[in-house]
């Protein structure tokens, strides 16, 4: 058995920033961040061990510091916070705050603001919370629900696939023909690395593997990138998830895993599958060698 890995996977620049920040910060001063730093839970029980606190809402947070994730967040979510005289440790990734941009860059153009992505997502909810009015969209029926406006301006959650992105504006220019339609890709270059990287290790692979968070979206698109190309996809959180039998027949196995998913849990489980591809090849070997050694005498 063959094991290939993803030339692109795992962490991305902006969560392994977050999670360093978190880390020295927690060395010196009590910490709360607010929601999950990233949608890892191997992760965030590693923080937790480090007396670092999680809350969903600014009101229940009791540390001098609290924590802006790397998903970001809204100017009314941080005005709550400042309100509370509480100092913020800012660890939102430098694409989100792109994405921001890009948002707040179409409506002060005159765009009526498209969000591609999962709405009650945190980074989604982010980008949204301060706007007047917007719609977030995720397939064809969404973008066929939407009611027709002078123009549309497209930004998309930072891990969602490009392609469905691009197809779903496409969708807006047949369905709005009038309209104008303005897309400001904001899919981070990490997000298209992995996708791309996926596609090519599914189409070598008889299994592939896929490491990361239950509630990690840029991990099940992932899977879903690779269940496109491959039968047998499987989505492990870490080496313990993973089972003998789904390797039974395979001649080469891929290995991909989320941004939010730390070395040492992809190697331990390239190690694992290496270790079953070593006992599987010596119980081939053992029989051939013995047979061999009959034939002689």
Same mark, same amino acid.
């Given at each position: 058995m063959?094991?290939?890995r993803a030339t692109h996977l795992g962490m991305c620049?902006?969560?392994r920033d977050a999670i360093a920040l978190a880390l020295d910060e927690a060395r010196v001063h009590p910490l709360t961040i607010l929601g999950e730093l990233v949608h890892n839970e191997t992760?965030?029980?590693?923080?937790?061990?480090r007396g670092i606190q999680t809350v969903k809402d600014a009101a229940s947070v009791a540390t001098p510091t609290v924590m802006i994730t790397a998903h970001g967040t809204s100017e009314r979510t941080l005005g +709550?916070?400042?309100e509370r005289g509480l100092a913020v440790l800012e660890a939102t990734c430098p694409l989100v705050h792109l994405a921001h941009r890009a948002v707040a860059g179409l409506v002060s153009a005159g765009f009526h603001p498209v969000i591609v992505g999962q709405r009650?997502?945190?980074?989604?909810?982010?980008?949204?919370d301060d706007l007047a009015e917007f719609d977030v969209v995720l397939t064809d029926e969404d973008v066929d629900r939407l009611a027709e406006r002078p123009r549309f301006g497209v930004a998309a959650q930072t891990t969602q696939p490009v392609e469905r992105v691009r197809r779903l504006v496409a969708r807006l220019h047949e369905r709005f023909p009038r309209s104008e339609v303005r897309f400001a890709d904001s899919v981070c270059q990490?997000?298209?690395? +992995?996708?791309a990287a996926a596609i090519e290790l599914a189409q070598r692979s008889d299994v592939v593997v896929v490491i990361g968070g239950a509630h990690s979206n840029n991990t099940r698109e992932l899977v879903a990138t690779c269940g496109r190309?491959?039968?047998q996809v499987h989505h492990v959180q870490t080496a313990a998830d993973l089972r003998r039998e789904w390797f039974a027949f395979a001649g080469t196995v891929g290995v991909t895993a989320g941004t939010s998913t730390p070395d040492a849990m992809i190697d331990a489980v390239e190690n694992r599958l290496r270790q079953w591809a070593a006992e599987t090849a010596s119980q081939f070997t053992a029989p051939a060698a013995a047979n061999a050694?009959?034939?002689?005498?």
């Open positions: 063959k094991i290939l620049f902006g969560v992760v965030v029980a590693a923080l937790r061990a +709550r916070v400042k009650d997502h945190v980074e989604v909810r982010g980008l949204t990490p997000t298209k690395q +992995r996708q190309f491959c039968a050694a009959l034939a002689v005498h």
